[in-house]
């Protein structure tokens, strides 16, 4: 059991793909499988902004939960193309994920950028996954346990706790790659991650703390079996319902 007493969450970051009728098609087979057996673990599924409403439509009434992929610091306001949080709690979502890599690069989002972001969306009543990760340059410079550590300390908000919050360990260089750190560079970072939370934030020792790069069906039970290793958070595979499945399937071998 990856951590005892904590249930894996698997979520899937859609991240700028797909259309309606991929959206529609994607959920409908995720949810058959959901419904024909569902597995001790969490599922969240994050499509783009447009595609939040008609998503959430299809997952009223099952335990499937909605999430966004970034939100705006204020809760709203001049601020053109963007989204706040409260308006993805209107739409039911009850996640977002802030600080995903791709956005501290696209859009050079600082760690009190992220900490900001955080804040708004656990005023909001959401829970905020707080994306942090190294770069292989500094994996290769032996840096990558001080630097998460850094980003960590700077991007989770002031009124975190166990409840509104999770932690996504993405390492950039396995993120959309086929490469993943070995189980033991896992296990190293996710105890690291772990120390830091429980000295830190209120119940940390019990928040999530998702592995993300190249999470497939093929390595997720190993994966999610590490120690420390609570769900996942998936990108490419995540937009195939048998690959999002069997992540999730994986996962659950691990749920205690
Ligand atoms: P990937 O992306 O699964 O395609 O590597 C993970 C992520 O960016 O969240």
């Known amino acids: 059991m ?4 904590i249930r894996p969450l698997v979520a899937g970051n859609w991240k700028m ?22 597995l001790p673990v969490d599922l969240l599924l994050c499509p783009p ?5 008609p998503v959430g439509a299809d997952l009223a009434g099952t335990a499937i939960a909605l999430g966004g992929q970034d939100c705006h610091v204020k809760a709203n306001g001049a601020h053109t193309g ?3 949080a409260a308006m993805l709690a209107d739409l039911g979502c009850r996640f977002t994920i802030l600080g995903h890599s791709e956005r501290r690069t696209d859009h050079r989002e600082s760690s009190a950028t992220v900490a900001a972001k955080a804040k708004a969306a656990l005023d909001a ?8 990760g190294e770069t292989e340059a500094q994996r290769n410079a032996g840096e990558e346990l001080k630097i998460v550590e850094n980003q960590l300390i700077e991007s989770i908000p002031s009124g975190a706790n166990v409840r509104n919050a999770v932690v996504a360990y993405e390492p950039v260089w396995a993120i959309g790659t086929g490469k993943t750190p070995t189980v033991a560079d896992v296990a190293a970072m996710h105890r690291h991650i772990r120390a830091l939370l429980e000295q830190r934030v209120p119940g940390g020792g019990k928040m999530r703390i998702l592995y993300g790069g190249s999470v497939k069906p093929g390595n997720a ?8 290793v609570n769900g996942a958070l998936v990108g490419g595979a995540s937009l195939k319902a048998e690959d ?4 999730a399937e994986g996962a659950a071998k691990s749920a205690g």
């Open 125 to 132: 009543g959401l829970t905020a996954i707080i994306c942090v």
């Open 82 to 84: 963007d989204v706040s």
């Open 17 to 38: 793909n797909g259309s309606l009728a991929m959206a529609s098609a994607l959920v409908g087979d995720i949810k058959a499988r959901h419904q024909g057996g569902a």
């Open 2 to 5: 990856a951590t005892p007493g």
């Open 49 to 53: 902004f447009p595609y939040l409403a």
């Open 221 to 228: 039970a190993e994966l999610m079996g590490v120690a420390e």
């Open 244 to 247: 999002f499945w069997g992540i």
